[in-house]
């Protein structure tokens, strides 16, 4: 692999689980020689990707957060969406998310909370499953088949346990229902008590799909008139798409 890679490959080593790492630990884990290791930190170190602690142990570092705050100022899809999402929060009286998929983790790039609820475990920058919860499924319904036929073999397992399918071809064809209906409402996926309300943002076709979601409680969700939501963030959704398009609409 080249330097690079190696490079990138000891940061993503890093995880809420294991936020600390000794150079050691490094080194075994990515079979680097222990000179080819330590010329590597160093390196990161020295571009402030990582930190050094005391002991010869390593968290990431100061530029990570610099990067984050770029990401979150410069990045127009976030730029276009907060406002609609602030409004979004205001109208329902629930938190709305605006969030990415990936092949092992599902993340959210923005969180607008309703008047400072506490009511997410997860938030920005926090991963959490690809397969559960009403933004993966809406992201996937809206990817190309063959993106479709990876992610259930990857969670095959885990979309049988939530009986959510039991084959293949019932997966692909709760997908395409998924997609003709235009929004994905599930209750208890992802936590027990929540529910939620997805749509996409599918504004290139060499993007992936961003899901805009409403969650609140599962009971609060159950008494809601779905349609009017879905119909909230389907023009918010339609108005960040012409944004991002360099089609703004008054």
């Known amino acids: 692999m080249s330097t690079s890679n190696n490079m990138l490959n000891i940061l993503t080593l890093f995880s809420i689980e294991q936020p600390i790492l000794d150079a050691d630990e490094i080194c ?8 080819t290791g330590y010329r590597y930190i160093k390196d990161l170190v020295n571009h402030g990707l990582l930190e050094r602690l005391h002991g010869g ?8 957060s610099v990067l984050d705050y770029i990401s979150q100022r410069g990045n127009p899809l976030i730029h276009y969406s907060v406002p609609l999402m602030q409004e979004i929060a205001e109208q329902t009286e629930m938190d709305c998310c605006l969030t990415q998929l990936h092949e092992d983790y599902c993340l959210d790039i923005h969180h607008q909370s309703f008047k400072d609820s506490d009511l997410l475990a997860y938030g920005r920058g926090r991963p959490r499953p690809p397969y559960a919860g009403g933004a993966p499924k809406i992201m996937l319904a ?54 939620a309300i997805a749509v996409p943002i599918v504004y290139s076709t060499k993007s992936n799909p961003i899901a805009l979601t409403v969650v609140s409680s599962a009971k609060r969700l159950k008494l809601t008139n779905i349609n009017v939501i879905v119909d909230l963030l389907k023009n918010a959704a339609t108005e960040i798409e012409n944004n991002m398009l360099g089609k703004k609409i008054d």
């Open 28 to 35: 075994e884990k990515l079979s680097f020689s222990i000179p």
């Open 57 to 64: 142990q390593y968290t990431l570092g100061p530029q990570i």
């Open 142 to 195: 809206f990817s190309p088949a063959k993106t479709q036929k990876i992610f259930y073999e990857k969670y095959r397992e885990q979309f049988s346990l939530t009986e959510f399918s039991q084959n293949e071809a019932e997966f692909l064809k709760k997908m395409t229902n998924i997609k003709k209906q235009g929004y994905y409402f599930s209750i208890g996926e992802l936590e027990s008590h929540l529910g």
